[in-house]
C-alpha cells in the first residue's frame, strides 16, 4: 500500500494522491525550476484522465522515468492559493463544503453525491457582479467555474479550454429556480450545456467575482474561501512532467508565449 504525499527527487516533486494532493504540492513548485510529476492514487484523478496519464500507478511511474518536461499555466486566487484544473464558485463549493460535514472520510464519493443532490433542491445561488479583464456584468451565478484544463470532475467543460493558451475558460451558469437547474444538470451530461440560454461562456485573463451575499469558492475541489475573490492566470508558471502523448504543454526552455496567447483566438491550429 502506498501512502498519499509528496516527495522530492533532484528536480521533481512527485504528488502521489488525488487532485487535492496534487494541488498540495503545486502550492510549492509553481515559479520554481522544479517539476511536478503525478502519480495518481486518488478517487477520480481528474488532471491524470486529462493529460493521459495511466491511472495504474505503476504503470505511472514507470512513465516519469521516461517523461516530458513541458509548462502549463496555473491559476491564482487572490487569496493566495494556486490551481491546476479550475476554481469553482457556487454550487460546486457548496457541495464540497457539505460532503467534508457529513463525513467525507467514511463515505468518499457517496458524500459528495449525497450532498450534490441535497444542494440541488435548496441552492439558488446570488446576484453577482463579474469584472472578465475589466470588462464588469452583474449576472445571477448559480455556478461559475473559471477553468484552466477541460475536464470538469469527468466531462468537458469545453472543448476549447486548453492550459497552454495564457487564458482561463469561464462558464456561467445562472437564472434560478428548480426548471433552469434541471436544464443545467441534464445538458451538463449530455455535453450541451454551451448552448442553453442561461449559461455564458469566456475567456479571459482576469476575473473577479464579488457578490453582497458570499457565496463559497473551491479549488481543485478544496473549499478555500468565500466571493469576493479573484482568478489570475500564470501562463506557463508550472514545470511538469507529462507523457511524451500529452496533448497541452509549453516545451520547456525557449518560450514565445505572446504567439501562443494569440493563437488561442486563431481558429486554425497553430
Ligand atoms: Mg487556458
Do not use: C
Amino acid at each position: 500500500m502506498v501512502s498519499q504525499g509528496g516527495f522530492l527527487t533532484g528536480f521533481a516533486a512527485i504528488a502521489g494522491g488525488g487532485d487535492g494532493t496534487v494541488n498540495e504540492v503545486l502550492q510549492g513548485v509553481v515559479h520554481t525550476g522544479t517539476a511536478l510529476g503525478v502519480i495518481p492514487l486518488g478517487t477520480a484523478n481528474v488532471f491524470a484522465r486529462e493529460v493521459g496519464i495511466p491511472l495504474d500507478p505503476l504503470r505511472a511511474a514507470e512513465l516519469l522515468t521516461r517523461a516530458e518536461v513541458r509548462r502549463l499555466d496555473v491559476g491564482l486566487t487572490s487569496t493566495g492559493r494556486y490551481f491546476l484544473l479550475w476554481s469553482g464558485i457556487g454550487f460546486d463549493a457548496e457541495v464540497t463544503k457539505q460532503a467534508e460535514l457529513r463525513f467525507k472520510r467514511q463515505l468518499g464519493i457517496l458524500a459528495y453525491i449525497a450532498a450534490a443532490v441535497r444542494t440541488f433542491f435548496w441552492f439558488e445561488g446570488t446576484r453577482a457582479q463579474v469584472a472578465l479583464d475589466g470588462r464588469k456584468f452583474r449576472r445571477r451565478v448559480l455556478l461559475m467555474v473559471v477553468a484552466n484544463t477541460r475536464l470538469y470532475a469527468l466531462f468537458p467543460l469545453s472543448a476549447q479550454t486548453r492550459p497552454d493558451d495564457g487564458l482561463f475558460d469561464v462558464v456561467l451558469f445562472g437564472g434560478r429556480g428548480f426548471l433552469t437547474k434541471l436544464r443545467h444538470v441534464l445538458g451538463f451530461f449530455a455535453g450541451k450545456h454551451l448552448q442553453l440560454p442561461k449559461v455564458l461562456r469566456f475567456t479571459a485573463r482576469t476575473v473577479s467575482v464579488f457578490s453582497s451575499r458570499p457565496l463559497p469558492v473551491q479549488v481543485d475541489g478544496e473549499l478555500i474561501g468565500t466571493t469576493p475573490m479573484s482568478f489570475y492566470i500564470q501562463p506557463a508558471a508550472l514545470r511538469i512532467l507529462l507523457p511524451p502523448t500529452a496533448p497541452y504543454g509549453y516545451p520547456d526552455g525557449r518560450l514565445n508565449l505572446g504567439a501562443r496567447a494569440s493563437a488561442a483566438h486563431d481558429p486554425s491550429p497553430p
